[in-house]
């Protein structure tokens, strides 16, 4: 599911929570909403509502390590394809059909991840850019150094190649929600609570609905970006 949908389904969930507790509060007799009544609500939902933000600020924080992680693999492959064009540069036109295919790869890497077309899912199980990789340092391994300048760089070269390929499985390997579906469910479901009780001791009118949808509303674009934090590369 995309975190659009996810989020639609908790407004959906915490927005009807907030209205079935408005609902309860005409069909439950008034003696039970007495004063100790509603503070023995009160203080157990604040027990719920410690323990809800508690876990969304875990949340918060496992989507922002995931999203500065990917981001700074992505800064660092592009630093060393940089790096590793400029060192077949300096190599020599020997290097020239390695730089050309280093370069169509990466644009097709930059189309399947960022597609110009919005409506188009990123693709990243693409096995042209490894056969491409491959080729690319068979290409490099081809070249025969004719100085140590040579040498080195046709060395540095394909340390650098190996770099970015390391950091490319290690993106490919974070890819996918670091939020286990369960402990969102259990959120939701304090959340969903939550707002039950706040109908249940609230005066039905449509102020308040309005304040209950507002909130929902609120609450479910928090989920939204702690999932979109969470996966960058799948914006």
């Known amino acids: ?46 027990l719920i509502a410690t323990m809800a933000a508690l876990v969304l600020g875990l949340l918060i924080a496992t989507a922002k390590n995931s999203y500065e992680t990917q981001d700074d693999a992505v800064k660092h492959t592009a630093a060393k394809i940089l790096l590793l064009d400029h060192m077949l540069s300096n190599y020599g036109p020997e290097t020239r059909e390695a730089r050309e295919l280093l370069r169509r790869t990466v644009a097709a890497r930059l189309e399947a991840i960022w597609p110009e077309d919005r409506s188009q899912r990123a693709r990243f199980d693409q096995p042209e850019g490894a056969v491409a990789a491959q080729t690319i340092e068979a290409q490099l391994l081809k070249l025969s150094p004719r100085n140590d300048a040579q040498r080195w760089l046709q060395s540095e070269a394909l340390r650098v190649g190996r770099e970015i390929m390391e950091t490319r499985w290690l993106v490919l390997g974070g890819l996918g929600s670091s939020v286990p579906l369960l402990f969102l469910v259990v959120v939701v479901f304090w959340l969903t609570i939550i707002f039950a009780s706040f109908g249940l001791l609230a005066l039905r009118n449509s102020t308040v609905v309005v304040v209950f949808f507002l909130a929902s509303l609120s609450v479910a674009g928090s989920i939204f970006l702690i999932l979109e934090w969470t996966n960058p590369l799948k914006v």
């Open 1 to 46: 599911m995309t975190p659009i949908e996810i989020s639609l389904i908790v407004f959906a969930s915490v927005f009807a929570g907030a209205l079935f507790g408005m609902y309860l509060r005409a069909l439950i007799p008034k003696h039970h909403l007495q004063e100790n009544t509603e503070n023995v609500i009160k203080l157990g939902m604040g």
